[in-house]
């Protein structure tokens, strides 16, 4: 019962992804041409997050699905939050066929304080703040990546060129999961990944995972699902090999009615 239900419940979260990601999908066909190279693709989706007028305005925009992109994508409170523009902007730059991914910039403490974007831009990750709608640059026009917002000067001048750009959204420290946030600290999780495996946040497009709610129920259905499927296979060898219990065999007694159904029967003189 409890495989037939993650089978079922994988079937719907797949309808339910393949959905999002055709509404997506005509979505930025609508506002980013497919043939312009990634710097324009990125442009032109900042200036539909600027100044596009037709958005919706919730009485109250807390009770919105801050993970559903039709939502993000529709309504202005969110589209003016750092979290959920940039989610909008990752899922509409995902469907532009661009490489992106968030990031969580942090305070000392390990609150996150702003939340903005890498996008691969001539194999370089190259932080836009959809927020801000801008991609960050120096004054000579230069896309700055991670690493060189690090840098206390090279911040000040690209943060001297946006309005009123809260010069407290540095870069000294950041994460792309934060893995903080689960019970206990994290059970020190990040500690032991950065162990085992250096670089693990970077490796796999996590933003996905935790950005899309559709995407997300996929994959624990399908984990779901496949430890359900392997539990089913270890009990019917247990019971078979060990136990010696006969099993009600589905598949072989469906295959015999099918058979004694659709075949003509033998009629004895």
């Not at 989706?45 to 009485?59: D, F, H, K, Y």
């Not at 992109?69 to 730059?93: E, R």
């Not at 970077?202 to 899309?212: A, F, K, M, Q």
């Amino acid at each position: 019962m409890l495989l037939a239900a993650a089978v079922i419940s994988l079937a719907y979260t797949g309808g339910w992804e393949y959905s999002v990601r055709r509404y997506l999908d005509g979505f930025s066909d609508a506002i980013v041409p497919n043939f312009l190279p990634a710097e324009e693709k990125v442009t032109a989706i900042l200036n539909w997050m600027r100044v596009e007028p037709s958005r919706g305005i919730a009485a109250d925009p807390d009770a919105l699905a801050h993970r559903d992109p039709q939502m993000t994508l529709n309504y202005q409170q969110l589209l003016n939050v750092c979290g959920t523009a940039t989610n909008a902007f990752l899922n509409l730059a995902r469907s532009s066929d661009l490489q992106v991914r968030r990031l969580l910039l942090l305070s000392p403490d390990r609150n996150t304080k702003h939340v903005v974007a890498e996008v691969l831009m001539s194999d370089r990750w190259v932080i836009v703040d959809p927020t801000y709608r801008v991609i960050m640059h120096d004054a000579k026009g230069h896309y700055l990546t991670r690493k060189e917002l690090q840098n206390p000067a090279v911040f000040a001048e690209a943060a001297a060129a946006i309005p009123n750009y809260p010069h407290e959204y540095t870069y000294e420290h950041f994460a792309h999961v934060r893995v903080a946030r689960l019970p206990l600290d994290g059970l020190h999780l990040r500690k032991v990944l950065d162990t085992v495996y250096p670089g693990w946040d970077e490796s796999v497009d996590w933003s996905l995972l935790l950005e899309r709610e559709s995407f997300f129920y996929l994959v624990i259905s399908a984990i779901a699902a496949m430890f359900f499927l392997l539990m089913r296979a270890m009990l019917a060898w247990y019971a078979d090999s060990r136990l010696r219990i006969p099993r009600f065999h589905l598949r072989e007694h469906a295959v015999r009615a099918g058979t004694a159904f659709f075949s003509t029967p033998e009629i004895k003189q």
